[in-house]
């Protein structure tokens, strides 16, 4: 099974980057789609970008599309979201997600997702 840890998160000014980290200590890797998640106060969580467990297809909500990049690399049980040009409006606790490959995926939904990650702060000043 999947045991994510995010990392890289942190108080960046607008316009800055940052780039997230979420790592897989369990062994099955490329047997799971993965997606980015973020929370912020008061609001529900909302996906922001997914790749596939082979790497052929990502998608991307369109508050994020042009700004962000998923990346994964299955040798070393990761996947990674660039983030540029940050808004304050991404301020919100990002979390990674793993989603069975076996199992269609519309990505948006938090419900199609197995495992999850404790997530990670990302501030951005305006």
């Known amino acids: 099974q999947a045991q994510l840890l995010e990392s890289g998160g942190g108080l960046v000014q607008a316009g800055g980057s940052l780039r997230l980290t979420c790592a897989d200590a369990?062994?099955?890797?490329?047997?799971?789609?993965m997606g980015w998640f973020r929370q912020a106060p008061g609001k529900e969580r909302e996906f922001v970008a997914g790749?596939?467990?082979?790497?052929?297809?990502?998608n991307y909500a369109d508050s994020v599309q042009g700004r962000f990049t998923i990346s994964r690399d299955n040798a070393k049980n990761t996947v990674d979201l660039q983030m540029n040009s940050l808004k304050p409006e991404d301020t919100a606790v990002y979390y990674c997600?793993?989603?069975?490959?076996?199992?269609?995926?519309?990505?948006?939904?938090?419900?199609?997702?197995?495992?999850w990650g404790q997530g990670t702060q990302v501030t951005v000043s305006s």
């Open positions: 790749i596939t467990w082979d790497e052929l297809v990502t």
């Open positions: 997600a793993a989603a069975s490959r076996s199992k269609p995926t519309t990505w948006v939904r938090p419900i199609e997702y197995d495992y």
């Open positions: 369990g062994r099955t890797f490329s047997n799971y789609n």
